[in-house]
């Protein structure tokens, strides 16, 4: 997430440690300071509600995009409070893992400049 929006990376290959030998291209995205990285599992975006309906990529980046430059413990938050939401009496059918790594505002020069 960065503060024109959200700008999705797809997958290379792969789920990654699936297998030992596997082997993945590798994509370079800077973030700035006040970005965010976000990373989910599948279980995340097939979540579905009572009537089959997935969460989806695009409604996790909605939500994502809403809460640009939130804290990352308050934006794990509010994004998982939408997840339930959606998956109300639903039984969860899938591990869910998010991660959200998110880099601080500086006040000086980073390592790569």
């Given at each position: 997430?960065?503060r024109e929006?959200?700008?999705?990376?797809?997958?290379t290959g792969l789920?990654?440690?699936m297998?030992?030998?596997?082997?993945?291209a590798?994509?370079?995205?800077?973030l700035d300071?006040g970005?965010?990285l976000?990373?989910?599992?599948?279980g995340i975006?097939?979540?579905g509600?009572?009537?089959?309906?997935?969460?989806?990529?695009k409604?996790?980046?909605?939500?994502?995009g809403?809460?640009?430059?939130w804290?990352?413990?308050?934006?794990?938050?509010?994004c998982l409070?939408d997840?339930?939401?959606?998956?109300?009496?639903?039984?969860?059918?899938?591990d869910?893992?998010?991660?959200?790594?998110h880099?601080?505002?500086?006040?000086g020069?980073?390592?790569?400049?």
């Amino acid at each position: 997430m960065k503060r024109e929006g959200v700008k999705q990376i797809g997958a290379t290959g792969l789920p990654l440690g699936m297998f030992s030998s596997s082997r993945y291209a590798i994509q370079r995205a800077r973030l700035d300071p006040g970005d965010s990285l976000v990373l989910f599992t599948d279980g995340i975006s097939e979540a579905g509600d009572a009537s089959g309906n997935e969460y989806g990529v695009k409604r996790l980046s909605n939500v994502a995009g809403e809460r640009h430059r939130w804290d990352p413990q308050e934006f794990l938050a509010g994004c998982l409070k939408d997840l339930k939401e959606h998956t109300a009496g639903t039984k969860q059918t899938d591990d869910q893992t998010l991660m959200v790594i998110h880099r601080g505002e500086t006040a000086g020069a980073s390592l790569n400049d």
